[in-house]
């Protein structure tokens, strides 16, 4: 035990030299890291935490989304921020969406109240994450295509928009620009 008081802070000013912005007052270490058991109670009853490199790239791709799946089911749902982040991997994946996550678990949307989804119309009550058969991005913004005799342009988000042409004229790719469609007699 050290008693005088040069000696003591001389070790105190040693202490916060080699802990530079990670230390408290005293010198000691304070946690710099995300605390595992932490971000594992942010997940819900039936939800699996992951905390790997592969769920780490996951979460980073999905920004604030769910994961999704290509058919369209939810499969989990990333909690914190940055690299104090984990996913919370759904035991059972929710077919037509999450109605809502609390901390008695993961409550799946009710596929019989979303008869609408799939009918190829992102419509009221719809979204990217509860129908993304139907509000998914399909297409990049500014392209267009012909659809029969009408054209279609691809609005921002990401889906066609029918551009009805004249009853006399039809749809053409524009001869001066191939990436172009117009309407042409």
């Known amino acids: 035990m050290i008693a005088h008081p040069r000696a003591r802070l001389l070790l105190t000013l040693i202490a916060a030299a080699l802990c530079p912005l990670a230390c408290s007052e005293d010198g000691t270490e304070v946690a710099t ?14 939800s699996d935490p992951r905390l790997d490199a592969a769920a780490a790239s996951k979460c980073e791709a999905a920004g604030d989304a769910n994961l999704i799946t ?17 996913l919370c991997q759904f035991l059972v994946p929710c077919e037509c969406g999450v109605d809502m996550i609390t901390d008695q678990g993961v409550f799946c949307a009710d596929c019989a109240a979303q008869t609408a989804c799939g009918n190829d119309e992102c419509e009221a009550g719809e ?9 998914g991005a399909v297409c990049t913004p500014g392209n267009e295509r012909c659809n029969g ?13 029918t551009v009805d042409c004249p009853d006399d004229e039809r749809c053409a790719v524009d001869p001066g620009d191939a990436t172009k469609t117009l309407c042409t007699r």
Request: aromatic fraction near 2%.
């Open 149 to 161: 005799n009408a054209r279609q342009i691809c609005n921002l988000n990401g889906r066609f928009d």
């Open 70 to 86: 290509q058919d369209g089911s939810i499969t989990g749902s990333c909690v914190g921020e940055g690299t104090c982040s984990v």
């Open 127 to 135: 979204s990217p994450d509860s129908c993304p058969i139907d509000c």
């Open 33 to 46: 890291e995300c605390v595992k058991s932490d971000l594992i109670a942010q997940c819900p009853p039936g």
